[in-house]
Every structure is written in C-alpha cells, then in structure tokens.
C-alpha cells in the first residue's frame, strides 16, 4: 500500500472514532512509530482537527467531526468514479438525475489540469450502454423519501379506483423499468408495484407499523413462499449466456457434466409472464416441467405461428 492510499484508509478509520493513539495507527497499518506520527501531520494537513491529551493514558481527541472527509484518490479510481456518474447518468430517470452533472462538474473541478484531461480522454474512449427506462416514473424521489423515512403514504394506481395505504421497502431498477415494494396496509400483503403505475403519492401522520427488520422479513417470506412451482429448464450455452444478462431473484443456473440447467419457481399469476421470458430464449431453451408451464409454451408458439398463416 502506498502512502497516498495508506492517509486515505487511515482517515477513513479515524472518521469512526472520537479518539485515538500513535499505537492504534501502527497496529491497524502495521507501520512504525515514526511513520505513524508523520502519518499524523499529514492527515491534519488534510483537515483532520485534533488536539493532544497528555499523560500516560492520553492521546489524540478529535474535535471536528465533519459529515465528508477528505479523502486521496489516484488516476484509476478517479476513472472509476466519473465512470460510475456516466453510466447512472444516462438512465433517463433515477431519484438523483438532476444532481449527476453538478457533481461531475464539482469534482472535475478539484482536478489539475492534466488530470481533467485524462478523465475527459476516458470518458470519449470507455462507453457504456444500457436499457434506458422505458416510461420514465415521475414520482421516484417521493417513493424514496418514503422509504428512507419509515412513512405510511397513500398509492394512487393506475389500475385502483381507491387510493391505498403503503409502507414502502425498496426500490428495483430492472431492464429499463423501476419498481417500489412493500406491504399494502390494507390488504396487509406484500407486492411489488411498477413505478409508472403510481399516479399520485400522499404521506400520512399515520406512524409506521412495521420496522424495516421486519419489512425485510416479510420480503424474505414472500420470496419463499410467493414462488411456490418448481420449473426446470435445459439451456444451451447461449441461453445460460443471456439468462446471465437477464435473470431475477426465484432464478437459479446450475452445471451438471456439461449442461446448463435453469431453474427456480414462480406463482400462477406470473404463469403468462414466465412463458413469455422462455420464449425470448428461442431455440436455447427446453422446458423440463412443469408439464403446465411445457402447455402454455407450446401454446404460445402456436399462436405466432398463427400469424403467419
């Protein structure tokens, strides 16, 4: 580890703790006595303020605790990060769309001139492509919010002619479509909503009924229990491939003496969406069982077929 990466780490470990001592430093970093109180006129260099206990247990006492600190970056991970800000900005909606371009401005601002060069170079020769969304949510800060808060909010959806009372979990960004989840406190079921089909969202006084323990339980217990027939399917290598690409949690591959296998389980009301993901499979997919699931498969290539009769 080289200094720059070893002040970085060492103001990362430092940000966790009210106090210190030379000897916490040289063991955590495995560095002598006299790196370590070098080490420590860097860091207050770098804004770390502090100030010297003395006596036998004495030490250093942190005095300004800041939300940031400053941290070291070389050229790679400097790459690293204004890659990441390109390729969350190109999603065409997020809860944070409006701030990607100040803070890539702000920090390619901190940055000489050389090094601005270099991320600029970077940013004309590395590209990244992804499925952009494809209905654009308008209400994805406030379901965050709602989140992060622990607040009963009331959902109006597209396909509901009454408002109803959610606590929400998590946000999901899948193949270019957001979706929230949680417990509809009415029905005290767990579901899974698409974003797009939220039309209206209203927070309430109402106290939150579940922590989030227990909402990750709940979540738990619905994928264990919500998924409950077993599928099995033959895959070519190709088909393990774009499974690989595309695939979601009650889905699972496995190799057994060369073949790829796909398998998992799914609810009946996700029978008509389950054929139509094997059908994009093509030709690299062989259903297995259940015989249900072979039925309308076989049924839906029919009917494109159909069409061109």
């Given at each position: 580890m080289d200094r720059s990466e070893r002040l970085n780490q060492e103001l990362i470990f430092l940000s966790y703790k009210n106090e210190f001592h030379v000897n916490d430093l040289m063991a955590a970093f495995d560095i002598s006595k006299r790196t370590a109180l070098r080490d420590i006129q860097s860091l207050e260099q770098l804004g770390l303020t502090f100030y010297v206990e003395p006596g036998r247990y004495g030490g250093y006492k942190l005095t300004k605790r800041q939300l940031w600190v400053p941290v070291l970056l070389n050229i790679q991970e400097i790459n690293a990060l204004f890659f990441a800000i390109k390729a969350l900005s190109l999603l065409s909606a997020t809860p944070f769309e409006k701030s990607y371009t100040t803070i890539y401005q702000k920090l390619m601002a901190t940055l000489p001139l050389a090094e601005q060069q270099k991320v600029t170079r970077l940013q004309e020769v590395v590209n990244y492509y992804t499925i952009p969304n494809l209905d654009g949510p308008k209400l994805l800060r406030p379901l965050l919010s709602a989140?992060?808060?622990?607040?009963?909010?009331?959902?109006?959806?597209?396909?509901?002619?009454?408002?109803?009372?959610?606590?929400?979990?998590?946000?999901?960004?899948?193949?270019?479509?957001?979706?929230?989840?949680?417990?509809?406190?009415?029905?005290?079921?767990?579901?899974?909503?698409?974003?797009?089909?939220?039309?209206?969202?209203?927070?309430?006084?109402?106290?939150?009924?579940?922590?989030?323990?227990?909402?990750?339980?709940?979540?738990?217990?619905?994928?264990?229990?919500?998924?409950?027939?077993?599928?099995?399917?033959?895959?070519?290598?190709?088909?393990?491939?774009?499974?690989?690409?595309?695939?979601?949690?009650?889905?699972?591959?496995?190799?057994?003496?060369?073949?790829?296998?796909?398998?998992?389980?799914?609810?009946?009301?996700?029978?008509?969406?389950?054929?139509?993901?094997?059908?994009?499979?093509?030709?690299?997919?062989?259903?297995?069982?259940?015989?249900?699931?072979?039925?309308?498969?076989?049924?839906?290539?029919?009917?494109?077929?159909?069409?061109?009769?």
């Open positions: 989140i992060l808060n622990e607040t009963v909010v009331t959902l109006q959806l597209k396909a509901s002619k009454m408002p109803q009372r959610f606590q929400l979990f998590d946000l999901l960004f899948r193949n270019g479509v957001w979706f929230v989840s949680g417990v509809n406190l009415t029905t005290q079921n767990w579901e899974i909503i698409r974003c797009d089909t939220v039309t209206a969202l209203t927070e309430t006084d109402q106290p939150a009924q579940l922590s989030y323990e227990a909402l990750k339980q709940r979540q738990t217990t619905y994928d264990q229990q919500h998924h409950d027939i077993a599928y099995r399917c033959k895959l070519t290598p190709h088909g393990r491939e774009i499974v690989q690409r595309n695939h979601y949690a009650n889905m699972q591959l496995e190799s057994i003496d060369g073949q790829d296998y796909l398998y998992g389980g799914y609810n009946q009301d996700e029978y008509d969406y389950m054929i139509q993901y094997l059908l994009a499979l093509g030709t690299n997919v062989q259903i297995l069982a259940p015989e249900a699931l072979q039925t309308g498969y076989l049924a839906a290539i029919d009917r494109i077929r159909d069409m061109y009769r």
